[in-house]
């Protein structure tokens, strides 16, 4: 299940997931923020993922017309490896049609390209010195993260 934080628990999960993945596991102490503006602006969707009742992942998705941008996406270390980042693009892609949203996109981190070319996203020419890809998914009525086989 894919949920707004609402509660202390719920956002302090949220921000402790987003702290340790991806700031602190990849060299970057003391730099995470969890007061940035961004969080709670109007069309942007911090999203809590929960599977049998702990919270295991995150991601932000802020939606701007009909294009969604997946900020942040992260699954926490004990839960990694079970299909569970491929669950939550797959909620955050449902979100995003709902609230709709065409096109996905995301700048993500060079060692996640491989597993987001998996769930269906293409990546854009990088802009030199960038150590992000942006990577972009279009998306059709009714298909949803996975084998492109599976959309007919």
Not at 15 to 35: A, K, M, S, W
Not at 123 to 131: H, K
Request: net charge neutral; charged share 25%.
């Amino acid at each position: 299940e894919l949920i707004t934080p609402s509660t202390e628990e719920e956002w302090a999960s949220y921000h402790r997931i987003r702290r340790t993945i991806l700031f602190e596991r990849r060299g970057q102490f003391g730099v995470y923020d969890p007061n940035r503006p961004g969080e709670r602006k109007p069309g942007n969707f911090p999203k809590l993922l929960i599977c049998d009742s702990h919270h295991v992942g995150v991601v932000r998705i802020d939606v701007s017309a009909d294009v969604a941008y997946l900020r942040r996406v992260a699954i926490d270390e004990p839960w990694q490896r079970r299909g569970l980042g491929r669950l939550l693009l797959a909620l955050a892609e449902s979100f995003a049609i709902e609230h709709g949203a065409r096109r996905l996109e995301s700048s993500v981190a060079v060692d996640a390209v491989a597993f987001y070319s998996k769930c269906g996203y293409r990546s854009r020419q990088s802009v030199a010195g960038n150590v992000d890809t942006h990577m972009f998914k279009d998306l059709a009525s009714g298909f949803i993260s996975g084998d492109p086989q599976d959309a007919g």
